[in-house]
């Protein structure tokens, strides 16, 4: 997304990522009407279920921008990360792989463009647009997809240490 916020009329979605299972993961540019319709159908079919890390997120964006809430939301990393331990900061898909998964760093050198200026922050707070725009096509699906495979990876290893009672 262009921003942390939806809200703007400037705000927008750039480009998504599914996880189908642990051997594929698709991503995709959200710039062409045909692509941007499928992707509301897989968003509003109850027969597939959605996994996120900040459903919260995913969701608001998805009404805001799409018009189309999210149906069958089977987990979130994020809360379950909550559940499994209450410390404060841990549970960011980017910790959580690494903790879990042994993933290292795979944002580093994108991270800066996700965050908007410090004067467009102060300024706009949440609704301050970053530089999206500028990270190469190939290294944002890249990215992309790493955060689909990886939150579906976690979600796995969160569910079953849930269901032994491992926390």
């Known amino acids: 997304t262009t921003g942390l916020k939806p809200y703007s009329d400037k705000q927008r979605i750039v480009s998504a990522s599914i ?11 959200l710039r062409n009407e045909d692509v941007v319709s ?15 890390s900040n459903m919260k997120f995913e969701e608001c964006w998805s009404r805001i921008k799409f018009g189309v809430p999210v149906a069958n939301w089977v987990w979130d990393t994020m809360q379950a990360a909550h559940i499994l331990n209450q410390q404060k900061g841990i549970t960011s898909i980017k910790f959580l792989s690494y903790v879990y998964l042994g993933v290292g760093s795979y944002d580093a050198h994108i991270s800066p463009f996700l ?12 609704n301050a647009i970053n ?5 190469p096509e190939k290294e944002l699906l890249l990215y ?11 979600a796995k290893i969160q569910q079953d240490l849930i269901k032994k009672g491992s926390h």
């Open 19 to 29: 996880c189908v299972d642990e051997n594929d993961t698709v991503a995709f540019m």
């Open 38 to 52: 499928e992707f509301k159908k897989y968003l509003g079919n109850p027969n597939l279920g959605k996994i996120a």
């Open 115 to 126: 965050r908007a200026s410090s004067k467009d922050e102060a300024l706009y707070g949440g």
């Open 131 to 135: 530089n999206i725009h500028e990270i």
């Open 144 to 154: 992309n997809g790493m955060d689909s495979l990886l939150e579906y990876k976690v």
